[in-house]
């Protein structure tokens, strides 16, 4: 049923966010960060980024850090009309559009978004192929010059619905986990084979700590080195956003350490954007 009227969509989205809220606070939560300053609520955060993940696991950045300066991009489908609306009561942001449909409009609200906030985006919606990264967030952190930060979300055996990203429902009082990328680097001005090749790099990084994360969740192993997450505001990210941050690592440099094991082994995959012979 598409919802269209206003008091529908209001209606519709105070439920929502209420039941999200009761739900997801139920869980417990870990994160694993190899550089804990990529999340606005640490003291030492600064500089703009773009964060990403896939768009079934979008319950649980929505759950844990509203009021932290982010703006979701969305797009301008019907679909996305009571997201939207969750998301702001949420405490999140929102930009409606495409970075390519359209998207002179859109980059000039974003650029202006990232000169003072942080942007998210699920680069495999709003209708996929599931964890396939389309390049528009390759195309802005170039054009914007600020860094990706991948984040793989997992949940203990979560509910699936018959979507197209088989959207995640974690059980109540499951296990949810997250390992997060550093900033990554992109060039500036990349043409489209540099497009192509950081679009194919953050893919694979994403997807790889996509199912780390989902690994560790089912596991119910501890981490050396994880933390506890909880829904909190950030205090500082209003202003820390605007400073100038670390520029991140280079996109090979990320690759060769997500997939390097324990034991200094290359995991599946040769670190460097390409499927291993």
């Known amino acids: ?53 896939w768009h079934e696991n979008i319950l649980f950045p929505l759950a844990l850090r509203g009021h932290s300066n982010i703006f979701m991009l969305l797009s301008r489908h019907f679909d996305a009309n009571v997201l939207g609306s969750v998301a702001g009561m949420m405490g999140f942001g929102v930009v409606r559009g495409s970075t390519f449909e359209g998207g002179s409009v859109v980059l000039r609200q974003l650029a202006d978004r990232a000169a003072r906030s942080n942007i998210t985006i699920t680069p495999d919606g709003p209708r996929g192929p599931r964890r396939r990264l389309a390049p528009g967030c390759v195309f802005l952190a170039s054009t914007l010059r600020i860094p990706i930060v991948a984040m793989g ?39 489209r084979q540099g497009i192509e090749i950081h679009r194919e790099g953050v893919e694979r990084i994403l997807t790889r700590l996509t199912d780390d994360a989902e690994d560790w969740a089912w596991s119910g192993k501890r981490r050396k080195g994880q933390r506890p997450v909880r829904r909190e505001p950030s205090r500082h990210a209003s202003w820390a956003a605007s400073l100038e941050g670390p520029p991140g690592v280079p996109i090979e ?7 390097t094991t324990d034991d200094g082994a290359i995991a599946p995959g040769d670190g460097r954007g390409r499927p291993a012979a």
């Open 153 to 191: 979300f997992g949940y203990d055996r979560p509910w699936r619905f018959n979507t197209w990203d088989q959207f995640a429902l974690p059980r109540p009082f499951s296990r949810a986990r997250a390992v997060v990328s550093r900033p990554i680097a992109v060039p500036p001005d990349l043409d």
């Open 253 to 259: 440099e990320e690759l060769t350490r997500v997939f």
């Open 1 to 53: 049923m598409k919802l269209t009227s206003s008091l529908a969509i209001g209606a519709v989205s105070l439920a929502a966010t209420a039941s999200i809220r009761h739900w997801m606070g139920s869980l417990d939560y870990a994160v694993d960060y190899e550089d804990p300053s990529v999340d606005p609520v640490d003291p030492r955060y600064r500089g703009s980024k773009i964060y990403v993940f």
